[in-house]
């Protein structure tokens, strides 16, 4: 058995062990093989060499995180704890690791499952990648957050976001103000993902001066988009011409991103959605990458999988011919 001495006094202990030592209790949690107590400013660890070295380097990185930015919450402990122990530093540029960028407040933005570390893997090595996948996989906030590393890294002059405007069930038209007031909506999702990893003063000033351009599919007609780092989100929601129109837009020293969900088209129902003919004919191109996300690539509340799982498994009834999906059940009373 060997003993292990840190000391945190260079940080207040508060900020690093939380309130009612939450953040301590996660650090046990983390390593239930080791005796973990704390004392006023040392932290104290018996068993064995291997696991205290490991403990000693998250310790250390948590460290350096409340020195960088002040705090460290609950959430952003369990992030460096979940992190792989080879990532040095932490460093947002750093390709080691699973940490892509690091986002306003300190959050920590990383690529979560196998399937989005292999987008990132894919997006380092090809000029183009398809990332397809259900509802809640983080196929377009682990896009977005490329984008921002790669502007944050100087490898690339703007982003430029962009999703084609179709109407999910409501009606375009219908909605208050000026064009741009009717768009934005459909436009949210991206600014909701750069909210979580640009400063609101800075990226204001991205957004005016044209460093980040978030747009319609449409407004892309006639462009050659080049030094950029290029998203087309709901691509399931592109006719071919639209989406063979925006992939001639790259330029050669652009990078390009396309998501979509094939399960949830939006297009008019005489119109077939562009993304699966783009899938079909471009996979045999080198520098195109394809990443085929699934339920289990979930990152967002439990349920969601359960969801996906049950529309699928109604899809898979519908096709069989034994859907009784539609027939109201009759509730009893009890």
Do not use: C, W
């Not at 209790?25 to 400013?41: C, M, T």
């Not at 999702?189 to 449409?218: C, G, H, Q, S």
């Not at 799982?309 to 069989?320: I, V």
């Amino acid at each position: 058995m060997t003993e292990l001495t840190i000391s945190i006094d260079s940080i207040d202990p508060i900020d690093f062990l939380g309130v009612n030592n939450s953040r301590l209790n996660i650090l046990k949690r983390a390593f239930p093989k080791l005796k973990i107590v704390s004392r006023g400013n040392v932290i104290k660890a018996e068993g064995s060499h291997k696991e205290l070295e490991q403990l000693q380097e998250k310790v250390n990185q948590m460290i350096q995180y409340v020195e960088r930015y002040g705090r460290l919450s609950d959430k952003h402990a369990e992030d460096i704890l979940e992190e792989d122990s080879e990532t040095e530093d932490q460093a947002p540029a750093s390709h080691g690791g699973d940490v892509i960028v690091y986002g306003t407040n300190g959050t920590i933005v990383r690529a979560r499952t196998p399937n989005q570390k292999r987008m990132v893997a894919e997006s380092e090595q090809n000029d183009i990648l398809f990332a397809i996948g259900p509802a809640g996989t983080g196929k377009t906030y682990t896009a977005v957050a490329l984008a921002v590393r790669a502007l944050k890294n100087k490898t690339i002059k703007k982003i430029i976001l962009t999703r084609p405007a179709v109407e999910a069930g409501e009606s375009l038209g219908f909605l208050p103000g000026d064009l741009k007031e009717k768009i934005d909506p459909y436009l949210r999702p991206l600014y909701d993902a750069l909210d979580d990893m640009i400063p609101p003063d800075k990226l204001a000033y991205y957004i005016t001066n044209r460093v980040i351009e978030i747009a319609p599919l449409a407004f892309m007609r006639g462009r050659t988009l080049d030094h950029a780092f290029i998203i087309l989100d709901e691509a399931q929601n592109t006719t071919d011409l639209q989406l063979k129109m925006f992939l001639t837009r790259i330029g050669p020293n652009a990078k390009a991103i396309i998501t979509g969900d094939l399960t949830q088209i939006d297009l008019p129902k005489n119109q077939r959605s562009g993304l699966f003919k783009g899938l079909n004919i471009l996979k045999n191109i080198p520098g195109i990458a394809h990443i085929f996300l699934s339920d289990h690539d979930v990152v967002r509340h439990r349920l969601v999988k359960q969801i996906i799982n049950a529309y699928e498994k109604d899809t898979e009834r519908q096709e069989s011919g034994a859907d009784d999906s539609t027939k109201p059940t009759e509730p009893k009373n009890k």
